[in-house]
């Protein structure tokens, strides 16, 4: 399908409109950000790894029951989706301590919840993406009460899902960042899931293997990413 005019440019995608209206083209880039955009760099092969990635736990979760915005694959950097309004929520899935919910609680990383931890945060760059409940959602209208049961729904499903599928393949899903979308007035999982969105540590070692390599200056960051690709395959 042909890509026309860029419809959006994010810190790490560029969304196309194509000759269908119901469809748009996602590229994915090596520039990486972290801080809210305060940090810069690039991770070489990133765009690739993500796109291909996610195309492959888009269709996994869609055989089993969560309708996704992913259509295919149409090179190594850029899938085919469906045209979706983003909700402006980021809605995250935590498993094990780490990050602002360790900090925020006084935890040591690596304590494992004893049930998952889902938390939405308001999808506003000038603003740094702030944390919000349910009530905020609903006073300011970023999404309807039945778009929140369906995304609460989905976000666990999806985190039983993907815990069990990282687990045969040695990986400890930490915690990640999902977003969803409007299609034909339906919510659909939409974005990316990659080690940008997502923590994984390996599960016999602790190592590290997501973009907290390059948040932290950890080292091997390309490493880590192709290391991941890796054990999907
Ligand atoms: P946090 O611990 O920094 O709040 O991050 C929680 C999860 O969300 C982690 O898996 C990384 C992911 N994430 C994003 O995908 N985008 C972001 O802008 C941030 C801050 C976190």
Redesign the pocket.
């Known amino acids: 399908m042909k890509k026309l005019e860029m419809l959006y440019e994010g810190k790490a995608k560029k969304v196309f409109k194509t000759e269908d209206e119901k469809r748009y083209v996602i590229e994915y880039k090596d520039d990486a950000t ?3 955009g305060v940090k810069k760099g690039t991770i070489v092969g990133k765009g690739v790894i993500n796109n291909k990635m996610s195309a492959l736990l888009f269709k996994m979760l869609e055989e089993k029951g969560i309708p996704t915005h992913f259509v295919e694959l149409l090179s190594n950097r850029e899938m085919l989706v469906k045209d979706v309004q983003i909700l402006p929520l ?1 809605v ?1 899935m ?1 498993n094990v301590a ?6 925020r609680l006084g935890l040591e990383e690596g304590v494992v919840m004893k049930t998952p931890v889902l ?1 939405f ?1 308001y999808k506003n760059d000038d603003l740094g ?1 702030p944390m919000i409940n349910e009530y905020h959602i609903r006073a300011v209208e970023l999404a309807t009460d039945d778009q929140v049961e369906k995304v609460k729904e989905y976000a666990f499903k999806i985190n039983e899902i993907l815990i069990d599928f990282f687990k045969e393949r040695d990986i400890k899903l ?4 999902l977003e969803f979308g409007l299609h034909d007035g339906e919510v659909v999982l939409a974005d990316e899931i990659s080690p ?4 994984f540590w390996d599960a016999n070692t602790n190592k590290k293997l ?3 390599r390059f ?1 932290r200056d950890l080292g091997d960051v390309e490493e880590a990413y192709n290391e991941i690709l890796g054990r999907l395959q």
């Open positions: 972290a801080f809210n980021e995250i935590r780490a990050g602002s919910l360790a900090k938390e945060c993406d930490i915690d990640f960042k940008d969105t997502c923590r997501d973009k907290d948040r």
